[in-house]
């Protein structure tokens, strides 16, 4: 696959629920008959000790992790992968949409382990 | 990216000199080319498509006043586009002419919703709106016949402002009358670029009746003849 700059999509988001995964808020849905595939994620702590965020994928009703991000103090940030995406990058993650008349979705879901907040940034493309 | 693996467009425009076969429901019209200009248009702008929305009206691509771009003003010249369109995962269908569905397979009408819009688009993978544009997005105009486009949005995110690009060889032309010449043009080995006006299925086109006027309708019924392999 090779990516056009003027498809990539940025998410921009804070993270503020705990324990229990939650929907991206600001997250669409992955369109039916399309894949979004994850180009890069950047997560940093905004709270005050350690913390860790949890992403995970909800695909067509089955909820899979797919990463950590483990925080030691205030601020820690954590890019990945570090540096520009490029035309050809590999994907992260790829997560599949609902097929043709499919009434299940597929979406990102992410929760902390501390009560504080944790900044997302995920740049992905949604393409067939 | 498909197109950029093809040949470009641009390979496509014809030279003074050259011959081009029209096919209208009536029969072919055959044209020598006699000189040629470039333009182009881009951006012609067609605002937000909201998530998994179409436009609610085809676009002519006319201007505030209403005049057709894709159309030539006068009956001396003939239009060939090519035009890409972006986001890239934004699907163009086009009619031609307006209300006659090109590039359909099943339903008489074909449909341009996220339900039932997977046939006959261009979207801006297959011709990018920064060019190279595919072939399937080839159209040639002339005076009283032009195009009409929709869009879908098939993905779940608005798309703010979708963008079509128009590249354009503007020709004028002759008409070849000669009938032993239109039948070596149209089954022979000689060089001619051959385009249905619109769909084959039903039919193409009509022809524009100030074009009656200059070809007779036996050389409409003669090129019938040579295409079905009786003259």
Partial sequence: MMWKASEIRTLTVPIVAVGAAVVVPGSSLVPMNMRRYILQIEAQNRFAGANILTLSKSELGVVTPLELFSFTLVDDYIPKPDGPIKEDSLPLYIIDGPPTGSVLTSFLVAANSAAGVTNLIVRYVDAD | ?231
Avoid: C
């Fill in chain 2, 1 to 231: 990216m498909e197109a950029i693996l093809q040949t470009s467009h641009k390979d496509r425009w014809l030279e003074a000199g050259w011959n081009l076969a029209l096919q209208f429901s009536e029969g072919w019209v055959v044209f020598r080319i006699k000189g040629r200009e470039f333009s182009n248009m881009k951006p012609f702008s067609l605002g937000a498509v909201a998530a998994g929305a179409n436009l609610a009206q085809w676009t002519q691509i006319q201007d505030a006043a209403a005049r057709f771009f894709l159309m030539p003003q006068s009956p001396g010249f003939i239009y060939h586009h090519f035009w890409g369109i972006t986001p890239p995962k934004a699907r163009g269908y086009i009619q031609y002419e307006p209300t006659q569905d090109v590039g359909n397979l099943l339903s008489l009408t074909r449909g341009i919703t996220l339900a039932n819009g997977n046939i006959g688009y261009v979207n801006g993978d297959m011709s990018p709106y920064e060019g190279p544009y595919s072939p399937e997005t080839e159209i040639f105009t002339m005076y009283q016949k032009y195009p009409a486009f929709n869009v879908l949005n098939p993905v779940t995110d608005a798309m703010a402002n979708v963008k079509m690009a128009f590249e354009t060889m503007k020709y004028s032309y002759t008409i070849v009358k000669s009938e032993p010449t239109i039948k070596s043009l149209l089954v022979g080995n000689q060089k001619v670029r051959k385009y249905t006006m619109g769909r084959v299925d039903p039919d193409a086109i009509k022809i524009p009746q100030w074009l009656t006027e200059l070809v007779p309708k036996s050389l409409l019924e003669y090129t019938n003849t040579v295409m079905e392999a009786i003259a």
